[in-house]
């Protein structure tokens, strides 16, 4: 496979000043006959500018070929350059990608004939994303995988990567009275829009920089009488943002949202039926004055929402409150153990390096949670993103005997079998009580269900740690700490066997199990777990996310208490 193009470098707005197509073509005027144009980046911005420009310059019958990876917007301008008698050709390409850049040569091709007495190239295309004034990331063509990022230059543990702003998002249905529409803070003090009574705030600050997305759907929720769930709305949202600003809404942004996988072909019958269902809700719902899209169009937008959508966090990060798109998230591929880990952190998610990660090795982050068999999480991952997993971990089944190990004491086979029967059921019932908040019926089917696994299931089988997490919950709702701590710490012993150091799951498991003993009176080892919590969430969360915050406090507390207790002893 022939290795894909290097990046192109940006220039400061200044150097681009400086060389300015336009001034350029501003001296060729009277001079160009009939010309073929090609301009690459040209959907929007400079690109646009300098196709318009041209569009001034040369004779009638001219040709352009305009490319860009934003189609839509490519048409609008082919449309309006066609007006001027030029023959204009749209080529969408993602010019990053191996055979673009020869699809956009032959395009060329077929448009030459003998009596063009120029050819005129503007590449204005960039497939590097900045964050401040570094380049920390590269499109490329990822192979099999498709489309990829990988790192532009070394990257150090914990370091942001890139923080990208949502192109739409929305709150889930089941807590939009709890979660602030804007921000996606969960809060008791809400502020509720006065006009759909939907939407609510956190304040008028709030509410006043979301106006911008939400005016539209406001008014559609009061025309519709009701708000529709949230894959609808967020179906919504994504087409009005690309009715204002294209697919494409700031210069770091790397692909039109419209060019983001969908595998709608891959769907079986039944997700096609709950599709179909969608679009004609969307259809109900839609009000964009006289804005009309076909079903395949609609189909299209909420494919590329179930393949790319990204769950967010409250600002705890303990509870998933909403859904957003995030294109430039969406490019990095999934492994099993990635060198990666997503965060929401005020308003945008942040893409952060687990560990040293050298120039040119691919950004990868997990789709799905580690502590599953391999056959789970490859059926997970079918399923949902239409892939087959071939990482490392799931090719070579790695950790998949821990997490379904027998205890020492070496149990028979039949008593295996019947113990991880009867923890399925238990399972099931547990949960079944844990949403109803029965924590009472939850903490004694759990206390049933470990004593059967007693010397049967070992420490690190996944159906043990599941019970064991959920007993530590509920006995902490009801503040029985010293039982809680006893529990959260036989999890976190099977969790630090099982995940790798630097993950965000194990960093929240011990941080909770390191202030459970805390409360419970066990200072020294809360305040041994806090400080190892803390350790791993600096790198998955960062110094500025209101859970390390916390925790800093947390750690700080401990710390004098310790002291405190040092200077009174005897």
């Given at each position: 496979m022939a290795t894909p193009p290097s990046p192109v470098k940006r220039r400061s707005r200044g150097a681009l000043?400086?060389?300015?197509?336009?001034?350029?073509?501003?001296?060729m005027e009277q001079q160009l006959g009939r010309a073929l144009c090609i301009i690459t980046g040209a959907s929007r911005g400079f690109g646009r500018a300098v196709a318009k420009a041209m569009a001034r310059l040369v004779e009638p019958e001219s040709v352009f070929v305009l490319v860009a990876r934003s189609g839509d917007e490519l048409r609008t301008l082919q449309t309006e350059l066609a007006a001027s008698d030029l023959d204009v050709?749209?080529?969408?390409?993602?010019?990053?990608?191996?055979?673009?850049?020869?699809?956009?040569?032959?395009?060329?091709?077929?448009?030459f004939s003998a009596d063009i007495r120029h050819v005129i190239l503007v590449n204005n295309a960039a497939r590097t994303m900045?964050?401040?004034?570094?380049?920390?990331?590269?499109?490329?063509?990822?192979?099999?995988?498709?489309?990829?990022?990988?790192?532009?230059?070394?990257?150090?543990?914990?370091?942001?990567?890139?923080?990208?702003?949502s192109f739409a998002a929305v709150v889930f249905d089941s807590v939009f009275m709890q979660v602030c529409h804007n921000c996606f803070r969960q809060q008791a003090a809400l502020h509720r829009c006065a006009q759909c009574q939907f939407a609510f705030y956190c304040n008028r600050t709030c509410q006043t920089a979301c106006w911008d997305e939400h005016k539209n759907e406001c008014a559609a929720i009061r025309e519709a009488g009701k708000a529709p769930d949230e894959n609808v709305r967020l179906a919504a949202r994504v087409l009005w943002r690309l009715h204002k600003d294209s697919?494409?809404?700031?210069?770091?942004?790397?692909?039109?949202?419209?060019?983001?996988?969908?595998?709608?072909?891959?769907?079986?019958?039944?997700?096609?039926?709950?599709?179909?269902?969608?679009?004609?809700?969307?259809?109900?719902?839609?009000?964009?004055?006289?804005?009309?899209?076909s079903v395949d169009y609609i189909s299209h937008i909420f494919g590329i929402i179930a393949c790319n959508g990204f769950i967010m966090s409250d600002q705890k990060g303990l509870r998933s409150v909403g859904v957003g798109l995030f294109p430039n998230l969406s490019l990095v591929n999934h492994d099993c153990s990635p060198n990666c880990s997503v965060v929401l952190n005020h308003g945008k998610i942040e893409l952060r390096a687990l560990g040293k990660i050298p120039e040119g090795q691919e950004l990868t982050v997990s789709y799905v949670d580690f502590l599953n068999l391999s056959g789970v999480r490859?059926?997970?991952?079918?399923?949902?993103?239409?892939?087959?997993?071939?990482?490392?971990?799931?090719?070579?089944?790695?950790?998949?005997?821990?997490?379904?190990?027998?205890?020492?004491?070496?149990?028979?086979?039949?008593?295996?079998?019947?113990?991880?029967?009867?923890?399925?059921?238990?399972?099931?019932?547990?949960?079944?009580?844990?949403?109803?908040?029965?924590?009472?019926?939850?903490?004694?089917?759990c206390g049933e269900c470990l004593a059967k696994q007693e010397n049967v299931l070992a420490d690190t089988h996944l159906y043990k740690l599941r019970v064991l997490s959920v007993a530590s919950e509920a006995l902490l709702f009801q503040r029985l700490f010293p039982e809680a701590a006893a529990y959260a710490q036989r999890m976190v012993d099977g969790y630090t066997k099982l995940y790798p150091c630097n993950n965000a799951q194990l960093g929240l498991a011990i941080m909770r199990a390191g202030v459970v003993h805390w409360q419970s009176g066990k200072t020294e080892l809360g305040h041994s777990m806090i400080c190892q919590a803390y350790s791993i969430l600096m790198v998955t969360h960062g110094p500025d996310h209101a859970i390390t915050k916390d925790l800093e406090s947390t750690r700080m507390q401990t710390e004098l208490e310790l002291k405190r207790k040092k200077a009174t002893s005897p």
């Open positions: 000043a400086s060389r300015s197509p336009l001034r350029a073509a501003a001296r050709r749209c080529a969408v390409a993602d010019l990053s990608l191996e055979g673009a850049p020869e699809n956009v040569v032959r395009a060329a091709k077929e448009a900045t964050v401040g004034n570094t380049e920390t990331v590269e499109l490329f063509d990822a192979g099999p995988k498709g489309r990829g990022l990988r790192a532009g230059r070394d990257l150090g543990t914990g370091e942001v990567v890139f923080a990208e702003a697919g494409i809404v700031s210069d770091s942004q790397l692909i039109s949202v419209e060019q983001l996988e969908d595998h709608v072909s891959d769907l079986p019958q039944k997700n096609l039926q709950r599709l179909e269902t969608d679009v004609q809700s969307f259809l109900e719902y839609w009000s964009y004055g006289k804005k009309r899209h490859k059926k997970k991952l079918m399923e949902r993103y239409h892939f087959e997993c071939t990482c490392q971990r799931c090719s070579q089944h790695l950790k998949d005997d821990l997490m379904m190990a027998a205890a020492e004491a070496k149990p028979s086979a039949e008593k295996l079998k019947e113990v991880t029967a009867v923890s399925e059921d238990c399972l099931e019932k547990i949960e079944k009580c844990h949403v109803e908040k029965d924590f009472h019926e939850v903490v004694k089917l």
